[in-house]
C-alpha cells in the first residue's frame, strides 16, 4: 500500500543561441571550444562606468518560448538586481527578473504510456519563464591552491522555467525534459544540450503522507544532473532514499543534494537553514520594459509548426504509428527532410514514375530513414543538414524498392554510396550491376541448380523442417549474388518443393 506521494517541481536553465551577450556587444561563444576571457568586454566584465543594454533577440526568443508553453504573456516587465557575493559573478549581483517575469503562467501536455499500453495525456503547469545572465566559470588545477574564472560564459542569455510541483516520477520528468529540448530546437532558441551545459536541470522533491497536505513534506534540491537519462534516476533515487528514511523515522532536513552519476545516488551538497534572501530590488539602469498585444500576436505569428501539431498532422496525413512519429519528428531538420522526400514521391507516384501504392512507399521512406539513414548519420556524426542525398534522390531510391527494380541489400549498397557522394540512385544501380532479377524463367533455372545440388535439404523439408526452406532461400540469393526478387523466390521454391 502506498504510504508516501512524490510531489516534484523543475527548475531548467537554458542558454539561448543568440550572436551576442545579454547586456552587452561582446559573442555569445555557446557551444564553441576557445581560449578563455576571449569573449569579454567591460560590460560583462563589469567594469566600472559601464551601463547594460538588453538584448532584443534575447527577449523575443524567452516570449516565443512562453507562447510555445501556453503561457501568458506580461505586457509589462522588468529586470531586477539578484544580490548575491561569488567569484564567477563580477558585478557582484546577477541581472534578473523576479515579480515581473516576461512569461506567466502555462503548461505543456506529455504523453505516458499506461501499463495496458494506452497512450495518456499529462499536463504540467509552469509557473513562470524568466530572463537573466548566465555568470562565468571557476576553473579549478589539479592540485592548486587558487581558482581560475573564466568569464567567457559571463553575461550569456539564460532562459529559467520553472514548474508547478505536478510531476510525479522520474519518468514523467524525463519526458517533460526531453520535450522542452525538442521545442526550443523547434523554435531556433537553443541547441538545448545537457551534455555541453546548454540546458541545466534540477528538482524540487518532497513527499507527503497520503491524506495530507500536497506541500507538507521537506523539499529536497537535487542537482549536477547533466542528461535525461539522470534526471529520470536522480528522482528515483531520492523517492526511495526519502521513503526509506521516513519509513524508519527518520527526520528529513530541507537540503541541497548533488547526483552523483558513477555511484547512482545523490549526495549531500549543503544543508539550507532558512530561503536565501537575495535582495531583490529592480534593476535601475534598465527602464521597465512594455509590450502591446499587437505585438504578442505578431510574435505568434512568427511559431513554427511546434512537435506535437506536427505529430497529430503527420498521423492524419501519413498514417505513420506513434513510435515513427516520435523518430520522424524528433528534430525539425528530419521532419522537413521527411516532407520533402514525401512531396518527390507523391509527384513520382502521380506520374506513374513509381508503380507501387503510395502507402506501401511511403511506409519504405519511413522505414528506411530510420533503419538506415540514421544509421549512417550516427556512424558520421553528421546531422541532417550534412546530408549530400536530396530529397528527389531519396525519393528514386525508395520507388527502386518498391517497385522491385531492386532489393533490400542491393538497396543499402546503394544508400551507402549516395550518403557518401550524393549520386543518382539509378546509376548507381547501373554501375554497381545491383538491378533485381525478376525473370520468373531465369529465378527457376538457379533454384533448379540449388535444388540439384542440396538433396538433403530438400527431403529435410519436405520431412517438416522448416529452416531447411530458408536454407534453400539463402542459397538460391547467394547463387544470384543477391539480385534475385526474395518474394518471387519463395514463391517459386514453394512451388517446386510441393
Known amino acids: 500500500m502506498i504510504k508516501y506521494i512524490p510531489v516534484i517541481g523543475m527548475e531548467v536553465h537554458v542558454e539561448l543561441k543568440t550572436k551576442s551577450k545579454m547586456f552587452c556587444n561582446s559573442k555569445n561563444g555557446l557551444g564553441q571550444e576557445s581560449e578563455p576571457n576571449i569573449h569579454i568586454c567591460p560590460v560583462c566584465t563589469a567594469q566600472p562606468g559601464t551601463l547594460p543594454v538588453p538584448n532584443q533577440q534575447a527577449i523575443e526568443f524567452v516570449q516565443l518560448a512562453g507562447l510555445a508553453l501556453n503561457c501568458k504573456l506580461n505586457l509589462k516587465s522588468k529586470f531586477d538586481r539578484k544580490n548575491y557575493f561569488y567569484p564567477d559573478l563580477p558585478k557582484g549581483y546577477q541581472i534578473s527578473q523576479y515579480d515581473q517575469p516576461l512569461c506567466g503562467l502555462g503548461h505543456m501536455d506529455i504523453q505516458l504510456t499506461t501499463d495496458s499500453s494506452q497512450l495518456t495525456t499529462k499536463r504540467i503547469g509552469i509557473t513562470r519563464i524568466h530572463l537573466e545572465e548566465d555568470t562565468g566559470k571557476l576553473i579549478h588545477p589539479d592540485g592548486a591552491d587558487y581558482t581560475l574564472v573564466d568569464y567567457n560564459r559571463a553575461g550569456v542569455p539564460l532562459m529559467e522555467l520553472v514548474t508547478e510541483p505536478d510531476i510525479e516520477n522520474g519518468e514523467q520528468a524525463r519526458i517533460f525534459c526531453t520535450r522542452l529540448q525538442q521545442i526550443c530546437r523547434y523554435l531556433g532558441i537553443s541547441d538545448a544540450d545537457m551534455e555541453k551545459g546548454n540546458m541545466r536541470c534540477e528538482v524540487n522533491l518532497s513527499l507527503h503522507k497520503v491524506g495530507e497536505p500536497k506541500l507538507s513534506g521537506t523539499k529536497v534540491e537535487v542537482k549536477n544532473i547533466n542528461s535525461f537519462r539522470f534526471v529520470e534516476k536522480a528522482i528515483n533515487y531520492e523517492i526511495e532514499r526519502q521513503t526509506e528514511a521516513l519509513e524508519n523515522g527518520e527526520v528529513l532536513v530541507q537540503e541541497t543534494r548533488g547526483w552523483d552519476s558513477v555511484k547512482n545516488v545523490t549526495v549531500s551538497q549543503r544543508k539550507k537553514e532558512s530561503a536565501h534572501d537575495y ?125 522491385g527494380k531492386i532489393n533490400s541489400s542491393a538497396a543499402q549498397v546503394v544508400l551507402k554510396e549516395m550518403y557518401h557522394t550524393g549520386g543518382d540512385p539509378s546509376h548507381i544501380v547501373e554501375e554497381k550491376n545491383l538491378g533485381q532479377v525478376s525473370d520468373s524463367g531465369e529465378l527457376e533455372g538457379v533454384i533448379e541448380q540449388v535444388l540439384s545440388a542440396n538433396e538433403k535439404s530438400v527431403e529435410d523439408f519436405k520431412a517438416g523442417k522448416e529452416n531447411a526452406l530458408k536454407f534453400l532461400m539463402g542459397q538460391v540469393m547467394k547463387q544470384s549474388g543477391g539480385k534475385a526478387n526474395p518474394q518471387m523466390v519463395m514463391e517459386l521454391l514453394k512451388k517446386k518443393l510441393s
Open 279 to 403: 535582495r531583490y530590488f529592480p534593476e535601475p539602469d534598465i527602464p521597465p520594459m512594455e509590450f502591446s498585444v499587437e505585438y504578442v500576436e505578431n510574435l505568434r505569428r512568427k511559431l513554427p509548426e511546434l512537435p506535437a501539431q506536427k505529430e497529430k498532422r503527420f498521423a492524419e496525413e501519413y498514417a505513420l504509428n506513434s513510435a515513427d512519429i516520435a523518430v520522424i519528428t524528433a528534430g525539425s531538420d528530419l521532419a522537413e527532410y521527411f516532407e520533402n522526400i514525401i512531396s518527390e514521391i507523391m509527384e513520382k507516384v502521380k506520374s506513374h514514375e513509381i508503380e507501387a501504392p503510395l502507402e506501401k512507399v511511403i511506409k519504405l521512406a519511413v522505414n528506411y530513414i530510420i533503419s538506415e539513414l540514421r544509421k549512417h548519420l550516427a556512424e558520421n556524426n553528421h546531422d541532417v543538414r550534412d546530408l549530400k542525398i536530396t530529397p528527389e534522390n531519396y525519393a528514386e531510391l525508395i520507388g527502386l524498392v518498391a517497385d
